[in-house]
């Protein structure tokens, strides 16, 4: 990205994410050591008191999402992290921040499960759960960078999503992209986009707290600013209140999810490489979208027309452009750190136009360049 104004810093993925995050405005942080995520916390308890921030070290994962809801609910843009471990814990207040729509990033730098797996080893296995790890139907985006320079660039789009859409914004990198360092173009605040939660526009006396506007999202008082404001868990109207009605019920779960179906054209974020010509295409996200890269340029050199599709947005899933890709190519292959969950995703949306294939690793190692192109060069002979 070109800015006027810039500083080059060399940045570990964490300490990138952290910089992002204060850029974008994030004056809170709740959180508990972790690896690999744990340098995002340190960064955190150094730079949130020198700008008038507040830092928490909680008791637990399930205390710090809730001080992170918390914290929103005042107005002031809040961000955890943790890992795979911690996110199990996390997720009923994340469906409470679902529910109650309200905004906040969770960070998770994946590692190797389940339960306390390879707390040092790199994981893409959390990426269902980044989806469906709370109950029932809510919304959720969740975004994946695969470079240090991405990460400080996506967590802002992250920050930026969880204050427009109202909604939980999920991170997902993992101990790979977290621990390497690499070069970061850092801007200053006047040269990135900066979205702030809608305030209200009516009177205190007419204000519902979870009326939408025509974007089907609330604007959203601070809380201590006079405006009524009931919180509950359970489904309500948009008084707040808990109901029963039918079509209350229905309209709201509708809502919330459509909020953020319906503007996937804003949401989804992907990059293409050498795809215009490709027979073959590999679909990758994460630290090993930089490896599926190579591949493609390996695969070139050696006479075969492979592309990448890079996915950046995860949730929700670019089903329009994989069915494109599927009418286009012959074969697509989906490497990644887990038995096949974005695969899975790709299959579904490819309605059976091509052939797809999964080559799943889950032995605490990033994939190479060379396994992916062995198995396009086993799976395009067939």
Request: charged share 25%; hydrophobic share 40%; net charge negative.
């Amino acid at each position: 990205m070109m800015y006027k104004n810039k500083t080059v810093k060399i940045l570990q993925g964490n300490e990138a994410c952290v910089e992002g995050a204060i850029l974008a405005g994030v004056r809170f942080f709740a959180g508990y050591p972790i690896t690999p995520a744990s340098e995002i916390a340190e960064g955190m308890a150094i730079k949130l008191p020198e700008l008038g921030g507040v830092f928490m070290q909680m008791e637990d994962e399930i205390a710090s999402m809730a001080a992170v809801i918390g914290a929103s609910l005042t107005g002031t843009k809040a961000m955890t992290a943790s890992s795979g471990p911690g996110i199990c814990l996390k997720q009923e207040n994340i469906g409470f921040a679902a529910i109650c729509e309200v905004p906040c990033v969770i960070v998770n730098a994946q590692r190797g499960g389940p339960s306390t797996g390879l707390p040092t080893k790199p994981s893409q296995g959390d990426v269902m759960q980044a989806r469906w790890g709370t109950h029932g139907d809510h919304p959720m985006i969740a975004l994946a960078p695969s470079d240090v320079n991405e990460v400080f660039h996506v967590t802002i789009k992250a920050i930026n999503f969880s204050e427009k859409y109202r909604t939980p914004v999920m991170l997902l990198l993992d101990e790979v992209i977290s621990h390497m360092r690499e070069k970061v173009n850092v801007p200053t605040r006047e040269d990135i986009e900066i979205i702030n939660r809608k305030q209200p526009t009516v009177t205190k006396e007419e204000f519902l707290p979870y009326k939408a506007d025509q974007d089907l999202v609330p604007p959203m008082a601070n809380f201590g600013s006079g405006y009524r404001y009931h919180v509950t868990g359970l489904i309500h109207n948009e008084k707040g209140y808990p109901t029963s009605n039918n079509k209350e019920i229905d309209q709201l779960i509708r809502r919330l999810t459509d909020k953020v179906e319906l503007n996937k054209k804003d949401i989804i974020l992907e990059e293409n490489f050498l795809l215009d010509d490709a027979k073959i295409a590999i679909v990758a996200y994460g630290s090993v979208a930089r490896a599926a890269e190579r591949t493609v340029k390996i695969a070139r050199e050696k006479g075969i027309k492979a592309g990448l599709l890079k996915l950046i947005t995860l949730w929700p899933f670019s089903d329009v452009t994989i069915k494109k890709l599927a009418e286009q190519v012959d074969l697509i292959v989906v490497p990644e750190m887990n038995l096949g969950q974005i695969s899975r995703e790709v299959q579904r949306a490819a309605e059976g136009k091509c052939r797809v294939i999964s080559y799943g690793r889950v032995d605490g190692e990033l994939i190479n360049p060379m396994e992916i192109l062995a198995k396009v060069e086993e799976e395009s002979k067939l």
